[in-house]
C-alpha cells in the first residue's frame, strides 16, 4: 500500500514538474473532445482505428527510444522487471496518444449526413 | 583549508544556471500545488491533529528538518514550528553523483530553501550556534535565544576535510583533484576533472576512510563511473585505478553480500584495492597523495585523478554540546545521542534527531530520512501528548548503486545489514534499468514528497 502512494506522489510531482506541457496535453483534449462531442456527425467508430494505430506507434517508438532519452540503452534491460517496467511506460505515452488522437480523428473523418 | 556550514554546503553557491532560477515559475508552482484540488489529491489518509501550544524548534532545512516540520503541522493544531537554517539553498545531494560524473546538470540539485518551506513554520535565516539542552534553548549565530519545548536536531554532518593535509576544497577541479561530497560546486568541478582525465587516462586513486560516511555508496559510485567514463572514452586499457580504503581487508561497503558483489565486479573491471590506506595528505600542485596505514607507514603516490572522500563528523555545535555522545563508538565523531529504534534523545527526552547528524548504526540517506521522517513526527507527537514514543525504527536505507551510466542496482537494507526490498520483485543484486531509472527520474520526485510530508 505504501509503496503504491509512493508511485501515486512519484507520478504527481514528476507531472508537477511538467505542468505547462501537462496543462497544454489537458486543454487540447478537453477542446478536442468537446468539439467532437458538440458536433453531429463525428465518426466515432473509425476513429478508434486511427487512434490504436496512432497509439500503438507511439507506444513501439516509446518502448525502443525510452532508454537512450534516459542515458540507457535496451541492452540495459537485464530482467523481466525492467521489461515490464519499460513496457508499462510505453503504454502509458500510448494510451496519452489515444486519448488525443480519438477525438481529433473523430472531428476529421466526419460521417456523411 | 575552506570551511563550510554543517553537513559542508556552502550557504550560497554562485553557480551558473542555478542563479537564474524563476522564481515567478515557482510561485506559480507552488501556488497550484497548495491548491484545495492537489490537496485533495495529494494528502495522505486524514487523521485528526491534536490541540496543543508546543513550541517545537528545528535545527536545519535539509530533507530530515523539514519533512518532520510538513508533518508535524499536519498532526499538531496550534504548535509553533520554527525552523534555524541560513541556508538559502536546499540541495538535492542524492544527485551529486550525478552531477559529478556529467550524467545531469547542476539545476538540477539546486532549489530556494523557501520554496520548500512549509506554510505556517516560522524560519530563522541563522545556523544554530549553541544547543543548551539543560535550558531548552537553543542560541542562533546572529545571538538570538530561541526557547523550546521540543526539539529535533537536523543539523546534517560536518566534512572534516581538514583532517587531510593540503587539502582545499577551492582546488576541486583543478590538477586532477575530485570529491563529490563538498556540495553542488564541487560535484561540478569534479566533473570537469573527471572529464578532463578520461581523455587520455592515467592513475587514477580513489579513496574511502573508515567511519561513518554520508551515502556510504556514493565512493563506489564514482568508481565505478570514473571506469565507465574512462571505458567509453577508450582509454581504460591505458589506465589504472586503485580504491584506497581506511577499512579492513576486502572491506568497502557495510552490507557484506553488496560488499563482496561490489569487489567481484571490480576485479572484473580491473580496479586494484588497498585495505587499511587512508588518505592523510594531498599536494594538488604536485599532484601527490599520501595514504598511512594504521601502524603509521606513509606511501605517497602520483595520480592523475584523486577522488578524495573526507572523514565525516557532527558539526561543533552538536560535538560540544551535551547532547553528542558521551560514550561508545559513536563518542569520538561526536553524533548524535539517540535511541537507534525511537530516534528519541537518550538522556532529554524532549529531544529528537533526524538524519545524517544521528548517532545510530547505519543510513545517513536521504532513504533513512524517508522512512524516519514519519516516525519522528508520530514519536514527538506521542511525547507531546505525554505517552511513551512507540513507533520502532529498523534502520532502514537505501542505495541506487550505479554500476555505469544506464545500469545501477537497488539496494535496500536495514541496521543489521539485511537487504530488505521494498517490492518482492527487485533483485538488489540484479543490475538493472529500472534501478537506473529510478536513480534518474524517479527518486528526485520522491524526495519533494518527502519534504512536503506526504510519503
Known amino acids: 500500500m505504501y509503496e503504491i502512494w509512493l508511485m501515486l506522489n512519484i507520478v504527481w510531482e514528476t507531472l508537477l514538474a511538467a505542468w ?51 542515458r540507457s540503452s535496451l541492452g540495459e534491460l537485464k530482467y523481466w522487471v525492467d521489461w515490464l517496467t519499460l513496457a508499462g511506460l510505453a503504454g502509458g505515452f500510448a494510451l496519452v496518444t489515444a486519448a488525443l488522437l480519438l477525438p481529433l480523428a473523430a472531428l476529421l473523418k466526419r460521417q456523411p449526413t | 583549508m575552506k570551511q563550510r556550514n554543517g553537513d559542508g554546503r556552502s550557504p550560497e553557491p554562485d553557480l551558473p544556471g542555478a542563479a537564474s532560477a524563476d522564481l515567478q515559475r515557482r510561485r506559480w508552482l507552488r501556488a497550484f500545488s497548495a491548491a484545495p484540488l492537489v490537496a485533495g489529491m495529494a494528502a495522505s489518509p486524514a487523521t485528526a491533529a491534536m490541540k496543543t501550544n508546543a513550541r517545537i524548534v528545528i535545527a536545519g532545512s535539509g530533507l ?24 538559502q539553498k536546499h540541495y538535492y545531494q542524492p544527485g551529486f553523483t550525478l552531477v559529478a560524473t556529467g550524467v545531469w546538470p547542476v539545476d538540477k540539485v539546486l532549489d530556494p530553501t523557501a520554496d520548500f518551506i512549509p506554510a505556517g513554520v516560522k524560519w530563522i535565516p541563522e545556523m544554530v550556534a549553541e544547543f543548551a539542552p539543560a535550558a531548552n534553548v537553543v542560541v542562533t549565530s546572529g545571538g538570538q535565544r530561541i526557547a523550546y519545548d521540543y526539539l529535533v536536531v537536523a543539523t546534517g554532518l560536518q566534512l572534516d576535510y581538514a583532517q587531510i593535509e593540503g587539502m582545499d576544497v577551492a582546488a576541486i577541479g583543478r590538477n586532477g583533484l575530485a570529491s563529490v561530497y563538498a556540495g553542488p560546486e564541487a560535484a561540478v568541478a569534479t566533473w570537469t576533472a573527471l572529464d578532463a582525465f578520461r581523455q587520455k587516462g592515467g592513475q587514477a586513486l580513489m579513496t574511502l576512510p573508515a567511519g561513518p560516511l554520508k551515502c556510504a555508496g556514493a565512493p563506489l559510485k564514482m568508481t565505478f563511473m570514473v571506469a565507465d567514463r574512462l571505458q567509453q572514452a577508450g582509454t581504460l586499457a591505458n589506465s589504472r585505478i586503485d580504491f584506497h580504503t581506511g577499512l579492513p581487508t576486502d572491506t568497502v561497503f557495510g552490507v557484506k553480500v553488496v560488499n563482496d558483489d561490489v569487489l567481484a565486479r571490480w576485479k572484473a573491471l580491473g580496479i586494484h584495492n588497498h585495505y587499511l590506506s587512508k588518505l592523510v595528505a594531498v599536494d594538488p600542485g604536485a599532484r601527490k597523495a599520501t595514504f598511512a596505514s594504521p601502524e603509521g607507514q606513509r606511501e605517497t603516490l602520483g595520480y592523475d585523478f584523486l577522488h578524495v572522500v573526507p572523514p565525516m563528523r557532527a558539526p561543533d555545535v552538536v560535538k560540544k554540546s551535551d547532547l553528542a555522545w558521551k560514550e561508545s563508538g559513536f563518542a569520538p565523531g561526536g553524533w548524535l545521542e539517540v535511541d537507534k529504534a525511537t530516534l528519541q534523545h537518550r538522556r532529554y527526552k524532549n529531544v529528537f534527531g533526524i538524519g545524517d547528524i544521528n548517532g545510530t548504526p547505519r543510513g545517513k540517506t536521504a532513504a533513512t530520512v524517508k522512512k524516519s521522517a514519519p516516525l519522528v513526527a508520530h514519536n514527538l507527537t506521542q511525547v507531546i501528548a505525554g505517552r511513551e514514543p512507540d513507533a520502532r525504527f529498523d534502520g532502514y536505507t537505501s542505495c541506487p548503486l550505479i554500476v555505469r551510466e544506464g545500469s545501477a542496482m537497488l539496494i535496500e537494507f536495514d541496521y543489521e545489514g539485511k537487504l530488505t526490498p521494498s517490492l518482492p520483485m527487485i533483485e538488489p543484486l540484479q543490475e538493472s534499468y529500472l534501478a537506473w531509472l529510478m536513480k534518474v527520474r524517479m527518486l528526485k520526485p520522491a524526495y519533494v514528497s518527502v519534504l512536503k510530508g506526504r510519503v
Do not use: E, H, M, N
Not at chain 1, 23 to 42: D, I
Not at chain 1, 52 to 67: D, I, M, N, S
Not at chain 2, 64 to 87: M, N
Open chain 1, 20 to 70: 505547462p506541457l501537462v496543462l497544454v496535453l489537458l486543454l487540447v483534449f478537453a477542446g478536442l473532445t468537446w468539439a467532437a462531442l458538440s458536433r453531429r456527425g463525428a465518426a466515432w467508430r473509425t476513429a478508434w482505428p486511427v487512434a490504436l494505430g496512432g497509439a500503438a506507434t507511439v507506444g513501439v517508438l516509446t518502448f525502443l527510444a525510452l532508454p537512450s532519452l534516459t
Open chain 2, 64 to 87: 530530515g528538518g523539514i519533512a518532520v516540520a510538513s508533518r508535524l503541522l499536519k498532526q499538531l493544531d496550534g504548535a509553533s514550528v520554527t525552523i534555524i537554517d541560513a541556508r
